[in-house]
Protein backbone atom coordinates (compact mmCIF):
# COMPACT_ATOMS: atom_id res chain seq x y z
CA UNK A 1 0.00 0.00 0.00
CA UNK A 2 1.36 3.37 -0.94
CA UNK A 3 1.68 6.02 1.48
CA UNK A 4 -0.78 9.30 0.89
CA UNK A 5 1.03 11.99 -0.06
CA UNK A 6 0.34 15.38 1.73
CA UNK A 7 -1.36 18.10 -0.13
CA UNK A 8 0.40 20.89 1.60
CA UNK A 9 -1.91 23.71 -0.20
CA UNK A 10 -4.77 21.85 1.17
CA UNK A 11 -2.84 21.48 4.59
CA UNK A 12 -2.28 25.01 4.95
CA UNK A 13 -5.88 26.36 4.63
CA UNK A 14 -6.87 23.77 7.02
CA UNK A 15 -4.41 24.86 9.66
CA UNK A 16 -6.50 28.54 8.83
CA UNK A 17 -10.09 26.99 8.99
CA UNK A 18 -9.02 25.25 12.36
CA UNK A 19 -5.55 25.79 13.91
CA UNK A 20 -3.82 22.62 14.21
CA UNK A 21 -5.89 20.96 12.10
CA UNK A 22 -3.47 20.95 8.73
CA UNK A 23 -0.72 19.92 10.56
CA UNK A 24 -3.37 16.80 11.74
CA UNK A 25 -4.02 16.35 8.21
CA UNK A 26 0.10 16.14 7.33
CA UNK A 27 0.34 13.43 9.78
CA UNK A 28 1.51 15.53 12.70
CA UNK A 29 -0.86 14.83 14.92
CA UNK A 30 0.58 16.13 17.98
CA UNK A 31 1.27 18.76 16.70
CA UNK A 32 -1.62 19.79 15.47
CA UNK A 33 -3.19 18.86 18.64
CA UNK A 34 -1.05 21.32 20.21
CA UNK A 35 -1.73 24.08 18.27
CA UNK A 36 -5.39 23.76 18.48
CA UNK A 37 -5.22 23.95 22.02
CA UNK A 38 -3.30 26.65 22.44
CA UNK A 39 -4.70 28.94 19.65
CA UNK A 40 -7.97 28.20 20.17
CA UNK A 41 -7.50 28.18 24.60
CA UNK A 42 -6.44 32.05 23.74
CA UNK A 43 -8.61 33.21 21.43
CA UNK A 44 -11.50 31.35 23.53
CA UNK A 45 -10.27 33.12 26.59
CA UNK A 46 -10.01 36.41 24.84
CA UNK A 47 -13.58 36.07 23.88
CA UNK A 48 -14.41 35.34 27.42
CA UNK A 49 -12.47 37.63 29.40
CA UNK A 50 -14.17 40.10 26.89
CA UNK A 51 -17.70 39.68 27.45
CA UNK A 52 -17.59 38.48 23.92
CA UNK A 53 -16.33 42.27 22.24
CA UNK A 54 -12.65 41.05 21.71
CA UNK A 55 -13.89 40.74 17.88
CA UNK A 56 -14.51 44.22 16.59
CA UNK A 57 -13.60 44.91 12.90
CA UNK A 58 -15.16 48.86 13.10
CA UNK A 59 -13.24 50.51 16.35
CA UNK A 60 -10.38 47.58 16.30
CA UNK A 61 -9.45 47.24 12.88
CA UNK A 62 -5.71 46.27 13.13
CA UNK A 63 -6.79 43.86 15.66
CA UNK A 64 -9.47 42.40 13.45
CA UNK A 65 -7.02 41.63 10.81
CA UNK A 66 -4.89 39.92 13.12
CA UNK A 67 -7.94 37.88 14.38
CA UNK A 68 -8.53 36.64 10.84
CA UNK A 69 -5.54 34.65 11.13
CA UNK A 70 -7.21 32.50 13.67
CA UNK A 71 -9.77 31.36 11.46
CA UNK A 72 -13.22 32.26 9.76
CA UNK A 73 -15.09 32.24 12.97
CA UNK A 74 -13.52 35.55 13.22
CA UNK A 75 -16.13 36.65 10.38
CA UNK A 76 -19.15 34.65 12.30
CA UNK A 77 -18.69 36.48 15.58
CA UNK A 78 -18.32 39.41 14.00
CA UNK A 79 -21.36 38.88 12.13
CA UNK A 80 -23.28 38.14 15.20
CA UNK A 81 -21.87 40.69 17.39
CA UNK A 82 -24.62 43.66 18.70
CA UNK A 83 -22.87 47.21 17.65
CA UNK A 84 -24.74 48.58 20.77
CA UNK A 85 -23.19 45.83 23.11
CA UNK A 86 -19.99 47.71 23.69
CA UNK A 87 -20.41 49.91 26.37
CA UNK A 88 -17.73 50.12 28.83
CA UNK A 89 -17.05 51.61 31.82
CA UNK A 90 -20.91 50.69 32.73
CA UNK A 91 -21.16 46.84 32.14
CA UNK A 92 -17.33 45.80 31.58
CA UNK A 93 -13.76 47.36 32.49
CA UNK A 94 -12.12 48.57 29.32
CA UNK A 95 -8.84 46.81 31.07
CA UNK A 96 -10.74 43.66 30.37
CA UNK A 97 -12.09 44.52 26.79
CA UNK A 98 -8.49 45.58 25.88
CA UNK A 99 -7.12 42.30 27.38
CA UNK A 100 -9.60 40.20 25.31
CA UNK A 101 -8.81 41.94 21.96
CA UNK A 102 -5.10 41.65 22.56
CA UNK A 103 -5.75 37.78 23.24
CA UNK A 104 -7.87 36.55 20.53
CA UNK A 105 -5.45 39.01 18.18
CA UNK A 106 -2.51 36.73 19.52
CA UNK A 107 -3.98 33.55 19.08
CA UNK A 108 -4.36 35.00 14.97
CA UNK A 109 -0.60 35.64 14.86
CA UNK A 110 0.08 32.41 16.71
CA UNK A 111 -1.37 30.42 14.06
CA UNK A 112 -0.13 32.22 11.15
CA UNK A 113 3.70 30.73 12.82
CA UNK A 114 1.83 27.49 13.17
CA UNK A 115 1.29 27.09 9.22
CA UNK A 116 4.15 28.92 8.71
CA UNK A 117 5.70 26.17 10.82
CA UNK A 118 3.98 23.29 8.78
CA UNK A 119 5.03 24.92 5.50
CA UNK A 120 8.75 25.10 6.57
CA UNK A 121 8.24 21.51 8.17
CA UNK A 122 6.85 20.67 4.51
CA UNK A 123 9.45 21.93 2.87
CA UNK A 124 12.94 21.07 4.60
CA UNK A 125 11.82 18.37 6.68
CA UNK A 126 15.04 17.06 7.72
CA UNK A 127 16.37 20.71 9.01
CA UNK A 128 15.34 21.24 12.51
CA UNK A 129 12.74 23.55 13.69
CA UNK A 130 12.02 25.79 17.04
CA UNK A 131 11.68 22.90 19.10
CA UNK A 132 13.91 20.41 17.76
CA UNK A 133 17.22 22.21 20.36
CA UNK A 134 18.04 18.09 20.87
CA UNK A 135 17.78 17.28 17.24
CA UNK A 136 20.09 20.24 16.30
CA UNK A 137 22.83 19.55 19.02
CA UNK A 138 22.89 15.97 17.51
CA UNK A 139 23.18 17.23 13.72
CA UNK A 140 25.73 20.04 14.59
CA UNK A 141 28.09 17.14 16.26
CA UNK A 142 26.93 14.95 13.56
CA UNK A 143 28.77 17.91 11.02
CA UNK A 144 31.62 18.41 13.22
CA UNK A 145 32.42 14.55 13.59
CA UNK A 146 32.74 13.97 9.68
Same mark, same amino acid.
Given at each position: ???????????????????????????????????????????? *? &?? +??? #??? !????? /?? $????????? *? &?? +??? #??? !????? /?? $?????????????????? !???????????????????????????????????????????
Amino acid at each position: MSERKVNIWFALVLGWLVPGLGHFYAKRKLHGLFYFVMIAGLYG *A &GL +IVS #GGT !AVNAT /DH $LAYFVCQIL *A &GP +ITF #GIE !ALRNP /DS $LSLGHGMSIMAHQTGTVY !AATAGVLNLIAICELYRRHVNPEEPGPADTMRVDAINAEREAS
